[in-house]
């Protein structure tokens, strides 16, 4: 069987992958995530995606190697992670009673053949009207610091939305499962083979 590389941190992404039961390892890809002037957060998403499994290509020659990365989308502005409760907290208050579109990149790498894929994929969220105490509580006690868009739908982000819209809410966290199965197929690698 192909080997699997997970290139990423996120433990998010890890938990998800683990529901294909594939055996996978997984190794933080270290790349510069900057959006280039005028870039598009679905073009951001694809190239950071592909640059995650492309960072790792060299030391692992004979794998799959997976890359994905996530964008908030507002108003045409791209947010990324905020690093403090302050920036997590204005973040959230901005999109109190708001819809906002998350774009998640996805790329599959084999680096035994050099094909690569790479997709991008829209969810929109629909926030709830949120008190300045319900931010406060929920930065407080989930400290979403590292995620974009300052919530995880993993935890107790869940309470903040008032619906999700799109066609795999894998994507939300992070790693658009049924894309992902798709391209692996087309690389070989049935996860039900």
């Not at 907290?89 to 035994?112: I, K, N, P, W, Y």
């Amino acid at each position: 069987m192909t080997s699997l590389v997970l290139a990423s941190s996120s433990p998010w992404r890890r938990q998800l992958l683990e529901r294909l039961q594939l055996p996978f390892i997984w190794q933080s890809p270290d790349i510069d995530e900057t959006p280039r002037p005028r870039e598009t957060p679905q073009a951001l998403v694809r190239r950071l995606a592909l640059s995650k499994a492309s960072h790792l290509a060299e030391q692992y020659p004979q794998h799959l190697l997976i890359g994905s990365d996530q964008v908030a989308s507002f108003n045409e502005e791209i947010l990324g992670k905020p690093g403090t409760p302050e920036r997590a907290m204005a973040t959230l208050e901005r999109f109190s009673g708001q819809r906002v579109r998350f774009v998640t990149g996805v790329a599959l790498l084999d680096t035994h053949s050099g094909r690569h894929w790479v997709h991008h994929e829209d969810y929109h969220v629909v926030f709830r009207q949120l008190s300045r105490h319900e931010i406060e509580n929920y930065v407080s006690r989930e400290q979403p610091l590292t995620s974009s868009g300052s919530f995880r739908m993993e935890g107790l982000g869940i309470a903040l939305f008032e619906r999700l819209e799109g066609d795999d809410p894998n994507t939300l966290v992070g790693l658009p499962l049924i894309r992902l199965c798709q391209m692996l197929r087309e690389a070989g690698l049935d996860p039900l083979g």
